[in-house]
């Protein structure tokens, strides 16, 4: 069973950036897609980025997309999201989460399934 811990949030300005990371350990970290999830206050859990086991398939929620690059080091076990432009509409607990079983140039985008998810970390954008 793998476990991920993020890190990197905080309070920043609007059009500001944030790079957030998300270390698995207990597991072999390349044989997981992953994920960044977002959930803002008072909503429900969205998607914001997938990657691929090997890194070479990503996709974005519209929301992000031109902002926002996820990207993953399979030697360090680390996931990274940087985020650029922020908005305060970024505002959010954001999650990383890795999903089991998928072919190695697979992205996954339904929360539902991502069998591991981190604990989160807080984004805040001031306006």
């Known amino acids: 069973q793998v476990q991920l811990v993020e890190s990197g949030g905080g309070l920043v300005q609007a059009g500001g950036s944030l790079r957030l990371s998300c270390v698995a350990s207990?597991?072999?970290?390349?044989?997981?897609?992953m994920g960044w999830f977002r959930q803002p206050p008072g909503k429900e859990r969205e998607f914001v980025a997938a990657i691929s086991r090997d890194g070479g398939s990503t996709d974005y929620a519209d929301s992000v997309k031109g902002r926002f690059t996820i990207s993953r080091d399979n030697t360090q076990n680390t996931e990274y999201l940087q985020m650029n432009s922020l908005k305060p509409q970024d505002t959010a607990v954001y999650y990383c989460?890795?999903?089991?079983?998928?072919?190695?140039?697979?992205?996954?985008?339904?929360?539902?399934?991502?069998?591991?998810w981190g604990q989160g970390t807080q984004v805040t954008v001031s306006s």
């Open positions: 207990g597991g072999t970290f390349s044989s997981y897609a």
């Open positions: 989460a890795a999903a089991r079983f998928t072919a190695i140039n697979t992205i996954v985008v339904l929360a539902t399934r991502y069998a591991y």
